[in-house]
């Protein structure tokens, strides 16, 4: 398990897709502090968007 926080109700692929996303993002200093946010509403929107529900 990575470092840092974890996501509810997500599985390893998306924890792996959000630090990834929350990564990129305070590379590029586009979102700043807001940075683990956006990449958290990223994943959980995919993760819907898949057909899952939280907590599968």
């Not at 692929?13 to 502090?33: C, D, F, L, P």
Request: net charge positive.
């Amino acid at each position: 398990m990575p470092k840092g926080k974890h996501l509810r109700g997500v599985g390893p692929k998306e924890q792996r897709q959000y630090e990834a996303i929350k990564k990129s993002m305070e590379k590029s200093k586009i979102y700043g502090k807001r940075s683990t946010e956006v990449a958290a509403r990223t994943v959980m929107k995919l993760h819907k968007q898949a057909g899952h529900k939280k907590g599968t």
